[in-house]
């Protein structure tokens, strides 16, 4: 298998603008979780979903962010408009079954920049 | 809230010197516990992981790391650190029945010849 793949790699974009990030999870596994790394945070858990289904946003910064999973493999991450404080890099990760699926298997991430 | 704790932000050790990255994890019942390494520029990628069971577990690359329940502590060792080894390392804990998964905020490890 291929892993997860996310797009774009990098993305620059000024404040303002919508963003909005690509996941593919690995074939087979239900949970897709999305999370952002700054330097400033950390790894923030944002949103994760299980058969499709988001299960807990409460990681959501704001009304700005938004996601969806329309099938088994795809998931965006949709930012509107973005601002400079939503400069990081997004990181996708699948599982075969939550947490207790034992390994989160994540794609090399989105770097955003938002000027 | 759960919480995970590594104390070092910054570690550096000789090559062929052993190694000890440390982690403390909020009270859980049945903690899930794992390390991540993540190289620059890429994503993380599972090292080890304890659910339950020998509490002593093995992962890949040599790595060890021990669960103390009393000292709420999940230990990453290795005997003999390689170049290829730095990276960053993140410690990672969930509650049983929960889908959370909270990262401690990285231990960075730098080797010296």
């Known amino acids: 298998d291929a892993g997860v793949i996310q797009s774009p790699r990098h993305e620059v974009t000024e404040m303002g603008q919508e963003v909005t990030l690509r996941c593919k999870p690995i074939?087979?596994?239900?949970?897709l979780f999305w999370y952002r790394q700054t330097m400033m945070r950390g790894l923030e858990l944002l949103i994760y979903?299980?058969?499709?289904?988001?299960?807990?946003d409460s990681g959501m910064p704001e009304d700005r962010f938004s996601a969806k999973m329309p099938n088994a493999s795809f998931s965006t991450l949709k930012i509107q408009p973005s601002e400079p404080r939503d400069s990081a890099v997004y990181f996708c990760?699948?599982?075969?079954?939550?947490?207790?699926?034992?390994?989160?298997?994540f794609g090399e991430g989105s770097r955003l920049t938002v000027l | 809230a759960q919480s995970v704790t590594q104390p070092d932000i910054h570690i550096t050790v000789s090559e062929g010197a052993s190694l000890e990255l440390r982690c403390n994890y909020s009270y859980g019942a049945t903690p899930y516990l794992f390390w991540y390494v993540q190289s620059p520029g890429q994503g993380l990628q599972l090292l080890l992981k304890?659910?339950?069971?020998?509490?002593l577990v093995q992962g890949i690359k040599g790595f060890e790391a021990e669960f103390k329940r009393s000292q709420s502590s999940f230990n990453l060792r290795k005997p003999s650190v390689h170049w290829s080894d730095a990276a960053e390392y993140f410690c990672a804990y969930a509650n049983f029945g929960n889908e959370k998964l909270t990262f401690g905020t990285g231990t960075r490890l730098t080797i010296i010849p």
């Open positions: 074939s087979g596994h239900n949970s």
């Open positions: 990760a699948s599982s075969l079954s939550g947490i207790s699926g034992g390994e989160l298997f």
């Open positions: 979903f299980n058969n499709n289904v988001p299960i807990d």
């Open positions: 304890y659910f339950s069971g020998d509490t």
